[in-house]
């Protein structure tokens, strides 16, 4: 057998452990979802929700795998570990919110902590490190994450609970606080009671306009959003095309030139007056003061040479 | 308005005067540079896709639904998609049509895609699903999904891809999914096998009922010069014929068979010698 039908019938074996399941209120792991009438469709019209894809499914059964050898590690660590079973507060809660908490970890301190265990891509493990982090991703789905927690914070009454993130590449565990905030928190009430209200009412919330959101959504076949893309332009400007192809051509040296003198600084130490073989080198001390930097918005260009 | 555009000079008739060589130069020059930055845009889009968004469908490659999605975020393609249609069929299944407008650049077309309940895909090979079993909302996500996939398509005219094309963005034949179509095993018309066995017996009569000088004379039949004026070899064995060739095969062979046969019915010399 080739080796591409082989995997092929293993994603094909995961295509049948997938199941749209009903819905009937939001599930605290939602509730994050900027698109509202997702929201809504998750409950009203959940039948019609695509089936996420078989390399997703493997996506989630890996998330499975980390979240037992995370609990394993805290109980190796001499933890009070708890797996909690659904919580019985989560249905009951108004407005109605569902849930399933990960893990509750007694540290040593006589508490009991409700914890969120996230395995995350390497590169995401080290750029998080905070609820802001999350927050402000760009990635849908780690905005998701604080809002999950502060919900099942909220419905059990507790001030402090902890994201146990864990890198999938070194399976590095990093922990993070989380203070429940409840101005955040009544946003996230007023979000689920606005669901309800257009389930009650049978009306649905107006679009959004996020192409990175809309195009993948599970309802956009019933949703039909409009894409709305900035289109590619064709710039026909040899000098440009010149510089860029100049500034290819320097891009290593400058990176060498920066590391060079980095580590020709840090030889020099604090030294003022310096002479090297034909260098001779003088030292002047910058004050700078302190400032503070405006929030400001700015476009980052990733620019590459495409070639054959 | 550009120095070019200013050399469109329409006349009181409406006519348009003839361009300047200075402006032919630029606009060719201009012509030249769009189809670089095309090539640039092209190789650019096919690298954002990978081997799982292409399958090998019968030899040829074709891009799935989910790499037209990538590389419409890379050109930028807008689209709406209207309320579905469904129509149905008198045995109980039913097919839903979604039409879209897709744009780009001032650019837009209007693509169809649809999906019906009677698909093997829903229906199944082996034990054929009744159509009570299938799940209505997986034809109509499919038809969706459909129309999203043509319309980007046909839109940046990606339906003729060919594997070197994808080769030089590192995307391999063998590496993706599919399938290869069985030419021994495809269902011909009757009609196509009728002209086939037509076919046999008018060689075997121009060949004196030589098997080998009959298949000599297919090969000259069927041979070809190519669109880059290279001969193009002919088939010697009939099986080898597809279905789209037999009727050309067979009108040419009649023809020859017809002058040889002569007008009177009698039979004269091999094609070669008319």
């Given at each position: 057998m080739e080796a591409q039908e082989i995997v092929q019938k293993i994603l094909d074996g995961k295509k049948k452990n997938i199941q749209v399941r009903p819905q009937y209120v939001t599930r605290a792991s939602e509730v994050g979802f900027p698109c509202e009438r997702y929201l809504v469709y998750s409950i009203t019209n959940w039948r019609d929700r695509q089936p996420h894809s078989a390399e997703t499914e493997l996506i989630f059964e890996g998330g499975r795998v980390i979240e037992d050898l995370a609990i394993q590690d805290l109980t190796d660590a001499g933890f009070k570990v708890y797996r909690p079973e659904p919580d019985k507060a989560c249905a009951e809660a108004k407005p109605a919110l569902s849930g399933h908490i990960d893990v509750r970890v007694d540290f040593g301190d006589g508490k009991v902590y409700t914890g969120e265990i996230k395995g995350l891509n390497h590169i995401d493990f080290c750029k998080i490190n905070s609820i802001y982090d999350m927050q402000h991703s760009r990635k849908p789905w780690l905005r998701k994450y604080p809002p999950q927690l502060m919900t099942y914070l909220y419905i059990k009454g507790e001030e402090r609970g902890f994201f146990m993130l864990v890198d999938k590449l070194t399976f590095m565990p990093k922990f993070i606080w989380v203070d429940l905030d409840l101005p955040y928190m009544d946003e996230i009430l007023q979000k689920t009671e606005r669901v309800e209200a257009h389930i009650k009412n049978k009306t649905l919330p107006e679009q959004i306009d996020d192409p990175e959101i809309c195009e993948k959504c599970a309802f956009a076949h019933i949703c039909l959003p409009q894409i709305n893309r900035a289109e590619l332009e064709i710039i026909i400007d040899p000098a440009l095309e010149e510089m860029l192809a100049r500034r290819d051509e320097l891009k290593d040296a400058a990176s060498e030139y920066t590391e060079v003198d980095k580590a020709v600084k840090a030889k020099f130490g604090e030294r003022e007056k310096l002479c090297i073989g034909e260098y001779v080198a003088i030292g002047k001390w910058i004050e700078k003061k302190e400032f503070t930097v405006k929030a400001q918005r700015y476009m980052m260009y990733k620019i590459q040479k495409v070639s054959g | 308005m550009s120095d070019i555009e200013n050399n469109y000079n329409a006349t009181e008739n409406g006519n348009i005067s003839i361009l300047s060589n200075d402006t032919l130069i630029k606009l060719s020059q201009m012509a030249e540079d769009r189809v670089k930055a095309m090539n640039t845009i092209k190789l650019h889009a096919l690298k954002a896709t990978n081997k799982n968004d292409w399958v090998n469908e019968g030899g040829k490659p074709y891009l799935q639904e989910s790499g037209s999605c990538k590389i419409a975020r890379v050109f930028g393609v807008s689209y709406r998609i209207n309320p579905p249609t469904k129509q149905l069929f008198s045995d109980g299944h039913y097919e839903y049509i979604y039409t879209g407008d897709f744009s780009l650049g001032g650019a837009e077309i209007s693509a169809t895609g649809s999906r019906s309940s009677k698909g093997d895909f829903f229906v199944g090979k082996k034990d054929p699903k009744p159509v009570?079993?299938?799940?209505e909302g997986d034809v109509r996500k499919a038809a969706y999904t459909n129309c999203i996939g043509r319309g980007i398509k046909e839109l940046l005219g990606l339906g003729n891809l060919t594997w070197d094309e994808l080769g030089t963005a590192g995307i391999k034949k063998n590496e993706c999914a599919g399938f290869e179509f069985d030419k021994s095993k495809q269902e011909m018309s009757s009609e196509a096998k009728d002209q086939r066995k037509e076919i046999a017996k008018m060689l075997l009569e121009m060949a004196d009922n030589d098997k080998e000088t009959a298949s000599k004379l297919l090969a000259e039949f069927t041979a070809f010069t190519g669109r880059d004026g290279k001969e193009i070899a002919g088939k010697s064995k009939l099986e080898d014929l597809s279905e789209k060739a037999i009727p050309v095969t067979y009108s040419k062979i009649k023809k020859a068979h017809d002058e040889w046969r002569g007008p009177d019915g009698s039979s004269g010399n091999s094609p070669e010698n008319t």
């Open positions: - | 009570s079993e299938i799940d």
